[in-house]
């Protein structure tokens, strides 16, 4: 990796903070923003009405990426650089005889909860893999609805997970 060398740079006074600062109310009366009614009928109505948008969302938004899903052995369910990795595991594992398929979720709200209970009724193992501590294993589990065994492999603090430890997750978890 090469040097970067940083110039020495001069010490600028701010302007006066008057003109851009924020205070809070300091010298004024406080104002109460409220973006709607507060009656709880009238909020129930709005909530009814947000639901509505929301379950038109989960029937025409919902969008995921599905690989190699006929006659898995398991599905893994990933997203971002960790099912790009999990499309390379895929190959290398039918390599050795083991059939894996993916369900990349494309967006997670809607999430694919209907693809991935369609997908339990004909595979009973799923290995969420992720690049967290388990942001998405609770959807996944939610969405099989015990119908399928759920299991977890992630990586934190930036550490990426590799072809060979996804490979090895998979073996032990198939064993």
Do not use: H
């Not at 090469?2 to 010490?11: H, L, M, Q, Y």
């Not at 009814?48 to 369910?77: C, G, H, M, P, T």
């Not at 893999?129 to 942001?135: D, Y």
């Amino acid at each position: 990796m090469e040097a970067v060398e940083f110039k020495e740079r001069k010490k600028v006074d701010l302007p006066d903070k008057k003109g851009w600062a924020l205070t809070g109310c300091k010298g004024r009366k406080k104002y109460s923003i409220v973006p709607f009614n507060l009656d709880p009928y009238e909020m129930e109505k709005v909530n009814f009405k947000i639901q509505e948008k929301y379950n038109k969302l989960k029937e025409r938004e919902v969008r995921y990426e599905s690989v190699n899903l006929d006659n898995a052995d398991l599905i893994i369910v990933a997203y971002g650089t960790v099912a790009r990795i999990v499309k390379t595991v895929i190959d290398n594992a039918k390599k050795e005889g083991i059939n894996i398929g993916l369900i990349r979720p494309i967006t997670l709200f809607p999430f694919p909860e209907s693809m991935i209970a369609e997908a339990s009724e004909r595979v009973n193992k799923f290995l969420v893999v992720e690049m967290s501590l388990g942001q998405m294993v609770e959807d996944v589990k939610l969405a099989v609805n015990g119908k399928a065994e759920v299991n977890f492999y992630g990586r934190v603090g930036g550490v990426v997970p590799t072809q060979s430890e996804i490979l090895t997750e998979i073996k032990k978890y198939l064993k």
